[in-house]
């Protein structure tokens, strides 16, 4: 039911086509950041980081490889994959023994610091961007596209930590999150294993990159690849708006702040940066434990008659 | 990398460029202080701390804009500032003292994303600068400039830390601080009113931070997007000096100045802002692996 309408949203929102599509996206960002923040309990503000590498590594293959669009798309988004990998693992290796409030501003960051390299490095356009090469299809495909190129990838992501979650891999990293010092006392590689959740995160969010900034049409390093400040804070707001540690959290967490935002968007013209502002305050107060832990613990307060607390 | 070529030409700019990032230091050692204050009492991380700076920036400016010398905004950028410290405890930080640091850490960043907007839409997101009318002094033949607000904001900066150290050393106010910073529960159960401390230490951190932004609006540049930076300044310095260590943070901050400003002319001014964030992946990194190494000698 949810799929067919997930598939079909485009035929009948043809005019919404690119607002799905970025739902999509924000969908993947929130599943993503919940792997290290909800259920590992690493909250990173990096995750930006990623998609900044994801952007460019596409969009400067898809500029100098010379071949034909799709082709070179293509190629620019599996190469994105595997830098995002590639990076996640070697910085990985040295950021993720920091622990708490130092892992989370020494990524917070690292995602800042990605912006303000690439808005000075000439190779990729320095502060005045970079644009990827059109799109050669027909008017209105391009949306069609990606969007559908969105879905398919929040899809996989979905199912591929449906996956991980329900085996060994879940219960190991959510033995870190619990303690971590005891997990590695039980013989757990913890290092191993937080390498590797970082970069299922990598890898999904920098092919996020490499496709937004495809659909975009334009790569600004503080605004776009690397904006630490909206792209970067909605994934941990939306994973947490949602309930964070769960698998359905955050993608009900981006569909409610999507929506939000968007309107947002449409009715506070100039202030709806003021407005997002206050409405992370007002989130992370007031409602920490998300719609998901709300609901949990009203069922739990309900069947218990309220005795808790 | 030519800079380095002109370095071993001419010592004397290299020296110049050092005396301009001690000068510039003495502000970042403010907000330091100010975040390590901050820190130690309320065990949380504030990254509205570089937002403070910013609006303390513009009181000066508007100060300037009235007609006035601007050097009458560091008292009242201190005292605005405190008050905006003060509101925003009641209304907000309150709530996330004890919790989880976590959620102080992205409460606070939601603080700084809604004070830098609002920047952005009160004052526009010109780059602005207060002109205190002070001249510039010269030595060793026109090789060596300071301007006098510089230094003049370098012992300000000083005078305002000190100044804030000795409230801490030995008003009653100061000794109900300490005390709640070592131990809260403690504290509270002597008769302290934690809240209203925590109101005060908030606020006090807010005032300095101010006035290190009325001395930045006079000596540098104010823009709307410039908190985060400073944010991650004072979190490095107090990662490098630790907690309590005043002396410390003096010494953190008139180095990042310095490094700060041999990075600028060495790699250029557009990497400046990239040499900040990345400097800090680097130090949280170092410092890890330096915990690392302690805990394998104790085993």
């Known amino acids: 039911m949810g799929l067919i309408a997930a598939f079909g949203a485009p035929i009948f929102l043809p005019f919404m086509t690119t607002q799905i599509a970025f739902l999509w996206m924000m969908v993947v960002f929130a599943l993503c950041w919940d792997i290290m923040g909800g259920q590992m309990g ?47 693992a070697i910085l990985g290796a040295g950021i993720l023994g920091l622990r708490g409030q130092y892992f989370a501003i020494c990524t917070l960051g690292l995602g800042i610091a990605g912006g303000e390299i690439a808005s000075g490095w000439d190779y990729i356009g320095a502060g005045s961007g970079l644009s990827p090469p059109l799109f050669p299809g027909a008017l209105g495909m391009r949306e069609m596209f990606f969007n559908y190129l969105f879905l398919t990838l929040a899809l996989v992501c979905f199912f591929t930590l449906k996956r991980v979650y329900s085996g060994r891999f879940g219960l190991a990293i959510n033995a870190i999150r619990d303690d971590e010092d ?37 790569i600004d390093p503080r605004d776009v690849a690397f904006a630490g400040v ?8 939306m994973a947490i708006l949602g309930g964070k540690g769960t698998l359905w959290g955050p993608v009900l967490g981006a569909l409610v702040f999507h929506i ?11 202030w709806q940066r003021v407005a997002l502002g206050l409405l992370i305050v007002v989130i992370v107060v007031f409602f920490p434990t998300g719609i998901l832990g709300w609901l949990r613990e009203r069922r739990t307060m309900s069947t218990s008659g309220g005795s808790e607390q | 990398m030519e800079g380095l070529s002109i370095f071993i030409e001419q010592p004397v700019r290299l020296l110049q460029i050092i005396v301009d990032g001690i000068l510039v230091g003495s502000v970042f050692a403010l907000s330091a202080y100010g975040l390590a204050l901050v820190w130690g009492v309320m065990k ?39 008050c905006v410290g003060w509101v925003l405890y009641r209304l907000v930080i309150f709530r996330v003292v004890d919790r989880d640091l976590f959620i102080s850490i992205l409460a606070t ?47 300000l900066a000083f005078a305002l830390g000190g100044g804030l150290w000795l409230f801490l050393r030995s008003s009653q106010l100061g000794q109900a601080i300490r005390a709640t910073a070592q131990n809260a529960r403690a504290a509270r159960i002597m008769g302290i009113d934690t809240n209203s401390v925590y109101a005060v230490t908030y606020g006090l951190n807010a005032a300095i931070c101010g006035a290190a932004g009325a001395l930045v609006a ?82």
């Open chain 1, 42 to 88: 690493y909250n990173s503000f990096g995750n930006i980081f990623f998609f900044g590498i994801g952007a460019y590594v596409c969009a400067v293959i898809q500029r100098d490889s010379g071949l034909d669009w799709y082709v070179a798309f293509f190629l620019g988004f599996g190469a994105a994959a595997i830098l995002g990998v590639l990076c996640a």
């Open chain 1, 182 to 218: 005891k997990a590695e006392a039980m013989g757990l590689r913890t290092t191993r294993y937080k390498i590797v959740a970082w970069c299922i995160s990598a890898f999904f969010v920098a092919m996020c990159g490499a496709a937004a900034g495809n659909m975009i049409g334009f």
């Open chain 1, 230 to 237: 909206t792209f970067g804070v909605w994934m941990v707001l």
């Open chain 1, 260 to 270: 939000t935002q968007e309107l947002f968007w449409t009715y506070l013209l100039g």
């Open chain 2, 44 to 82: 949380i991380i504030n990254i509205a701390q570089g937002e403070f700076v910013m609006l303390g920036g513009y009181v000066a400016i508007l100060i300037a804009d009235a007609g006035y010398s601007p050097l009458l905004g560091v008292p009242l950028a201190a005292m605005i500032l405190f």
């Open chain 2, 109 to 155: 960043f939601g603080l700084s994303i809604l004070l830098q907007q609002l920047a952005n839409q009160v004052f526009g997101a010109d780059v602005r600068t207060a002109e205190s009318g002070l001249v510039t002094m010269s030595f060793l033949d026109g090789n060596i400039t300071i301007s006098q607000i510089k230094l003049l904001s370098f012992f």
């Open chain 2, 218 to 299: 006079m000596t540098w540049v104010i823009h709307p997007y410039l908190g985060l930076t400073y944010t991650v300044r004072s979190f490095m310095i107090v990662v490098v000096a630790g907690l309590g260590n005043l002396m410390g943070v003096i010494l953190a901050g008139l180095g990042l100045g310095t490094a700060e400003n041999i990075a600028g002319f060495v790699l250029g001014a557009e990497y400046q802002a990239a040499f900040v964030f990345s400097l800090l992946v680097v130090i949280l990194v170092w410092r890890n692996w330096r915990l690392g190494l302690q805990r394998r000698y104790l085993k």
